[in-house]
């Protein structure tokens, strides 16, 4: 994969600073809320559920315009990350991370001077980023990535890790996420995100878990960038032996309610929620609960042909990697109930015009997957508002 992040991130820039002529057509707005359960019975055999809200707007998500200015017109930079994951990089242990990756510059040779070129990239930023998030990060460590085992079993671009990746590590005392989520949120959250409830109210009930994690990530692209703020929950050796899938148990909710600020327009592809499965063994889906939305093929990519429907979406739907996307539609809420869909068992049954299969998202790894979008290939392809 190309660095396909940076090209959905693209593309979701393009399309989003256009405006739709009538407002009950599709939208597709700057600000998204994505759930997402990954089983992963491959490598760690945890669960993980998180909540992921993102923007490419800085009025949405409030970085400063001339931070996120400097970040992007630098030729290296990549990304910084804020994050209280365990381990943020291999060495840092009991410490919250700031991370300012940075591409390796392929005149360096030598160690040595790979880690004194990247630390004098991320020393540019740390006081301005300690500013804004009121933090005090001190420099730890300066990592060179060489492993992309995490990038080839979830299919990620590298943006955050992997080969020719330097991050320029700082460290501050671990802060327990229940209080760093809220600070942090109220920082970057405007108050009409915060009291429209949504996915966001999901993150904050959970950022109380004993496992819980936040992570913030700005990714630079050529006008703009993708800025995201991730809570995510695990659950140590609960993938193992899992067939019976409730997505909404791991996010402790009987039901998923939409944000209200899509309330003015017609958004039905800001709100997903997003099952990705690795499985040592090749498995299925089976016994699903809810509809599945209609698609067609449109250059080998699946793109639903009805995006008023509500209902799942499931690409591929059997093998060693499977991915479910979730699509609200005209719907504003799902229940746990509706959600739910075995691996393996009896053969789906559901009528053929049911089936259906969506292009996969992009995961971001820090040390964990965190989801981008995937809504914008809808848009890049094309679909068709069928009559009811």
């Known amino acids: 994969m190309q660095e396909r992040i940076v090209v959905l991130c693209m593309i979701v820039l393009i399309l989003s600073s256009s405006e739709s002529a009538f407002s009950q057509e599709p939208g597709l707005a700057t600000f998204q809320e994505t759930a997402q359960v990954l089983i992963d019975k491959s490598i760690s055999q945890n669960v993980t559920a998180s909540i992921t809200l993102q923007s490419t707007s800085i009025k949405e998500i409030r970085i400063p315009a001339d931070l996120e200015r400097e970040i992007r ?58 500013k804004v998030f009121r933090t005090d990060a001190k420099l730890h460590s300066v990592f060179v990535h060489s492993d992309d085992q995490t990038n080839k079993a979830l299919e990620t671009s590298g ?67 993708l800025m995201q703020l ?14 019976q899938i409730n997505p909404l148990g791991f996010l402790h909710v009987d039901k998923m309610v939409r944000s209200s600020y899509f309330l003015e327009g017609f958004y039905p592809l800001n ?33 639903p042909t009805d995006i008023t429907r509500q209902g799942w979406i499931f690409d591929p739907r059997e093998g060693h990697r499977i991915q479910g996307i979730y699509i609200f539609g005209e719907g504003d809420s799902v229940s746990s109930n509706d959600l739910r869909f075995t691996l393996g068992g009896a053969e789906i049954v ?29 848009y890049l392809k094309g679909y068709k508002r069928q009559s009811q």
């Not at 108050?191 to 992570?215: C, D, H, P, Q, W």
């Not at 700005?218 to 006008?223: A, C, E, G, Q, V």
Request: a negative charge.
């Open 230 to 243: 991730r809570l995510s929950v695990d659950y140590p050796d609960k993938a193992t032996g899992l067939t």
């Open 271 to 303: 709100s997903l929620i997003q099952i990705v499965v690795l499985s040592p063994d090749s498995t299925f889906v089976s016994n699903v609960v809810a509809d599945e939305v209609p698609t067609k093929t449109i250059d080998n990519e699946k793109i």
């Open 350 to 378: 559901n009528p053929p015009s049911k089936t259906s299969q969506f292009d996969e998202s992009v995961a971001i790894a820090v040390s964990i997957a965190a989801v981008a979008s995937a809504v914008a290939v809808f």
């Open 159 to 225: 943006v955050i890790s992997g080969r020719g990746m330097v991050s320029v590590i700082y460290t501050m005392p671990m802060e327990d996420t229940g209080s760093m989520y809220e600070k942090i949120s109220a920082l970057l959250l405007p108050k009409e995100i915060r009291e429209s409830g949504g996915f966001y109210a999901v993150a904050k009930e959970l950022s109380g878990n004993e496992n819980a994690k936040m992570t913030f990530s700005l990714i630079p692209t050529d006008s703009r960038s």
């Open 73 to 130: 017109e630098n030729d290296r930079v990549r990304a910084f990350i804020v994050t209280n994951q365990d381990q943020c990089v291999l060495g840092v242990l009991g410490q919250s991370c700031v991370m300012i990756n940075v591409e390796r510059d392929a005149a360096d040779k030598g160690i040595v001077e790979i880690q004194e070129s990247s630390k004098a990239v991320g020393n540019q930023f740390i006081d301005k980023i300690n």
